[in-house]
């Protein structure tokens, strides 16, 4: 048996409980595209704190293709439609590179049928940015958040995860076995960095 919802998407409440449909618009015309897009009846889920976990995460197995995703669009014209930053956070060079973002973007995993997005809620006097998680089923939620975790367990195996202090305060960062920490990475003062750099030199 279906669960019932007493305060439809169906329905406009404009005149009868304006606040709940500022609220409701955003939920709305996603839920919308998504039922379009796929053929099947999507519904928001919360996911609680995990959403917080997911935005680093995911977007770094996004980067090294350990997911299959589609960026579906973006939601608000007057927000950015893309991000360009820089992906080491480490590095005092300005490496500034396209990188995906769930901000204004609704991002698709076609595997588990699960839909993200990090949008904006505007009301009278307020506006604020808000994890919104959508899927086809609360199952299909749990299935997509399991997955992932045994996806970055599995990362974080094959490689060494440094917790570093920057300007930008702390940061997680992860480096294969093999991997080479290149010497502009190093946040040392300067001198430092020329006194170790020159002993490591001269020692090998």
């Given at each position: 048996m279906q669960k019932q919802i007493l305060f439809s998407h169906q329905e406009d409440f404009r005149k009868s409980?304006?606040?709940?449909?500022?609220?409701?618009?955003?939920?709305?015309?996603?839920?919308?595209?998504?039922?379009d897009l796929t053929n099947e009846n999507w519904q928001s889920i919360d996911i609680g704190e995990s959403t917080l976990q997911l935005d680093a995460n995911l977007l770094e197995m996004m980067e090294k293709d350990l997911l299959d995703y589609e960026v579906?669009?973006?939601?608000?014209?007057?927000?950015?439609?893309g991000k360009v930053a820089s992906k080491s956070q480490l590095s005092f060079e300005n490496k500034l590179e396209v990188v995906e973002t769930f901000e204004n973007n609704l991002i698709f995993f076609p595997q588990y049928n699960v839909a993200l997005t990090l949008a904006f809620n505007y009301s009278a006097g307020n506006t604020w940015?808000?994890?919104?998680?959508?899927?086809?089923?609360?199952?299909?939620?749990?299935?997509?958040?399991?997955?992932?975790?045994?996806?970055?367990r599995q990362l974080?195996?094959?490689?060494?995860?440094?917790?570093?202090?920057?300007?930008?305060?702390?940061?997680?960062?992860?480096?294969g076995e093999q991997a080479v920490v290149s010497r502009e990475d190093v946040l040392l003062a300067e001198s430092i960095k020329q006194d170790i750099f020159r002993s490591i030199d001269e020692f090998f």
């Open positions: 409980h304006p606040h709940y449909e500022d609220f409701a618009i955003l939920s709305r015309r996603i839920i919308s595209f998504l039922n579906l669009c973006s939601i608000f014209e007057t927000k950015s439609q940015p808000e994890y919104h998680f959508f899927s086809t089923s609360v199952e299909n939620a749990l299935n997509f958040l399991q997955e992932i975790n045994e996806k970055l974080l195996m094959q490689s060494v995860t440094y917790l570093v202090d920057t300007e930008s305060g702390v940061q997680r960062r992860n480096y």
